[in-house]
């Protein structure tokens, strides 16, 4: 009797350990807490524009939030734009800024500001007999024809000219005026139209190397126009983010996507305790993040503001852990979820360089330190 009673138990402890690491290795679910409404998930083919992407998808859902149609808003327009202004400022600071096809989210609404915008009907940027974008051949031209102006010891006053004639070539030239169902606009006229004010919308970091509730030109390359970023403490930055989401607010990401932990193929970006853990098909524990990690990381150039994404969503796992829904611009057949993932808490807290949010969506107390009214 002894020996069957231990056999029983030997068996029932077997089973629900099983049991457990059966469960442990479940397949991730994702529940939803909160699922914005937003346009279609576009591709930003072989392009360094993911900051515009992100930013023009923002602009569309912000639309959506107002009770306005999805619009289908064009990301060329602005990259044309901002080159301009890019190029005018590397010859001014004498080739000693960055030039790229990188920027940040700022740039697409500094850009939107001062030109206006258009649909993707009136500008595609497609000059060069492709259906996807492919910006490198333009981008080494510009490169050389600027580098090469800022080593000259006097410049003609018809520089820009041969600069934009490059654009042009390879994005087709700027609309002044176009027509959009049944009326006729100019980009300043149809951004009126739309009804989307920039001056809503600001930038948030937290890095422990300035001071918080405060504001700084960040530090990274493709901040090339040298704006300042609101500073907050790690809790509050998450703070923000939670906020701003259960408040119907979406959210421009700007971070780093070159960790082991991420993947978008699979859906997931993760901070897995165990990197040899199998993170891409079940949930996994997780590392605790701490500010001085970030700032560490940060400060070595492990964390870069390689990627621009827009948050659209929260959801949790089986096992309660919470994630941000991202909308990618890598296309829609990118993946199993139609060109979305799911970015956890710790991959958040670890791998955020800064965010864009609108200034209503930051909790009162917060924006109260920062003296934003």
């Not at 421009?252 to 996507?257: A, E, H, K, Q």
């Not at 139609?338 to 710790?346: A, E, H, Q, R, V």
């Given at each position: 009797?002894?020996?069957?009673?231990?056999?029983?138990?030997?068996?029932?402890?077997?089973?629900?350990?099983?049991?457990?690491?059966?469960?442990?290795?479940?397949?991730?679910?994702?529940?939803?807490?909160?699922?914005?409404?937003?346009?279609?998930?576009?591709?930003?083919?072989?392009?360094?524009?993911?900051?515009?992407?992100?930013?023009?998808?923002?602009?569309?859902?912000?639309?959506?939030?107002?009770?306005?149609?999805?619009?289908?808003?064009?990301?060329?327009?602005?990259?044309?734009?901002?080159?301009?202004?890019?190029?005018?400022?590397?010859?001014?600071?004498?080739?000693?800024?960055?030039?790229?096809?990188?920027?940040?989210?700022?740039?697409?609404?500094?850009?939107?500001?001062?030109?206006?915008?258009?649909?993707?009907?009136?500008?595609?940027?497609?000059?060069?007999?492709?259906?996807?974008?492919?910006?490198?051949?333009?981008?080494?031209?510009?490169?050389?024809?600027?580098?090469?102006?800022?080593?000259?010891?006097?410049?003609?006053?018809?520089?820009?000219?041969?600069?934009?004639?490059?654009?042009?070539?390879?994005?087709?030239?700027?609309?002044?005026?176009?027509?959009?169902?049944?009326?006729?606009?100019?980009?300043?006229?149809?951004?009126?139209?739309?009804?989307i004010n920039m001056d809503n919308?600001?930038?948030?970091?937290?890095?422990?190397?300035?001071?918080?509730?405060?504001?700084?030109?960040?530090?990274?390359?493709?901040?090339?126009?040298?704006?300042?970023?609101?500073?907050?403490?790690?809790?509050?930055?998450?703070?923000?983010?939670?906020?701003?989401?259960?408040?119907?607010?979406?959210?421009?990401?700007?971070?780093?996507?070159?960790s082991k932990g991420f993947s978008?193929?699979?859906?997931?970006?993760?901070?897995?305790?165990?990197?040899?853990?199998?993170?891409?098909?079940?949930?996994?524990?997780?590392?605790?993040?701490?500010?001085?990690?970030?700032?560490?990381?940060?400060?070595?150039?492990?964390?870069?503001?390689?990627?621009?994404?827009?948050?659209?969503?929260?959801?949790?796992?089986?096992?309660?852990?919470?994630?941000?829904?991202?909308?990618?611009?890598?296309?829609?057949?990118?993946?199993?979820?139609?060109?979305?993932?799911?970015?956890?808490?710790?991959?958040?807290?670890?791998?955020?360089?800064?965010?864009?949010?609108?200034?209503d969506a930051i909790p009162e107390?917060?924006?109260?330190?920062?003296?934003?009214?």
């Open positions: 009797m002894k020996q069957l009673k231990n056999t029983l138990l030997i068996s029932l402890f077997l089973t629900t350990f099983f049991s457990f690491s059966l469960h442990s290795q479940d397949k991730y679910e994702f529940n939803t807490v909160v699922d914005l409404e937003t346009s279609t998930v576009k591709s930003q083919g072989r392009s360094g524009t993911c900051w515009c992407y992100a930013t023009t998808s923002f602009l569309e859902t912000e639309l959506i939030r107002m009770g306005k149609q999805e619009y289908d808003l064009s990301e060329m327009f602005v990259v044309h734009n901002a080159y301009l202004k890019k190029g005018k400022d590397y010859i001014r600071y004498h080739g000693n800024n960055n030039f790229g096809q990188g920027g940040q989210a700022h740039d697409a609404t500094r850009e939107i500001k001062q030109h206006g915008i258009v649909p993707e009907s009136a500008y595609s940027g497609l000059q060069y007999g492709s259906e996807v974008h492919n910006h490198y051949e333009m981008a080494s031209v510009l490169k050389a024809f600027v580098d090469d102006l800022a080593d000259n010891r006097k410049l003609s006053p018809v520089w820009h000219k041969a600069y934009s004639a490059i654009l042009e070539a390879y994005l087709g030239e700027l609309p002044e005026k176009f027509e959009y169902e049944g009326k006729n606009y100019t980009p300043k006229e149809f951004q009126n139209m739309l009804g919308y600001i930038e948030l970091t937290s890095y422990t190397h300035h001071d918080y509730y405060k504001s700084f030109i960040l530090e990274i390359p493709d901040n090339w126009s040298h704006d300042p970023y609101y500073n907050l403490p790690l809790e509050d930055l998450m703070d923000v983010m939670e906020n701003s989401i259960k408040e119907g607010y979406s959210i421009i990401w700007d971070g780093d996507v070159s978008h193929g699979d859906g997931v970006a993760v901070v897995p305790e165990d990197l040899d853990t199998d993170f891409k098909t079940h949930p996994v524990e997780e590392k605790t993040i701490t500010p001085e990690m970030r700032q560490n990381l940060f400060n070595n150039f492990t964390t870069t503001d390689d990627h621009l994404m827009h948050l659209t969503g929260i959801s949790v796992d089986q096992n309660g852990t919470r994630y941000y829904k991202t909308k990618n611009s890598w296309s829609a057949d990118s993946n199993d979820y139609d060109g979305f993932l799911f970015m956890s808490d710790p991959f958040m807290k670890l791998n955020t360089v800064a965010i864009m949010v609108h200034k107390e917060i924006a109260k330190k920062l003296g934003i009214q």
